[in-house]
């Protein structure tokens, strides 16, 4: 079974910058597409960034390009979401997950296991 594990969120100031973090248990992480995906209340899941295996093939939605990066550390079993120039509107709570199907999925549907989720604040 896979478990995902988030961490890093907070609160910070517009044009601050957050990094999350997503440990993996239960299967090496070079076999995973991983992905990070937020929510706000009242509204679906949104996709934010996507890595896939095996040399780290990523995307992400138009509304983060060149404000943050994904990245991945096999060795750790990590994933890393770098939020930087932070916007009021990238408050969510973040979610971590994973899917054995290779490829940069950006729909919800597409992953099986999820993290508990990490919320981010960014104030104006």
């Known amino acids: 079974q896979v478990q995902l594990v988030e961490s890093g969120g907070g609160l910070v100031q517009a044009g601050g910058s957050l990094s999350l973090s997503c440990k993996v248990s239960?299967?090496?992480?070079?076999?995973?597409?991983m992905g990070w995906f937020r929510q706000t209340p009242g509204q679906e899941r949104e996709f934010v960034a996507v890595?896939?295996?095996?040399?780290?093939?990523?995307a992400a939605a138009d509304s983060v390009k060149g404000r943050f990066t994904i990245s991945r550390d096999n060795d750790m079993n990590t994933v890393y979401l770098q939020m930087n120039s932070l916007k009021p509107e990238d408050t969510a709570q973040y979610y971590c997950a994973a899917s054995t199907r290779w490829g940069t999925h950006e729909t919800a549907s597409e992953y099986a296991y999820w993290g508990q989720g990490t919320q981010v604040t960014v104030s104006s």
């Open positions: 239960g299967r090496t992480l070079v076999s995973l597409t």
């Open positions: 890595t896939t295996w095996p040399g780290g093939n990523s």
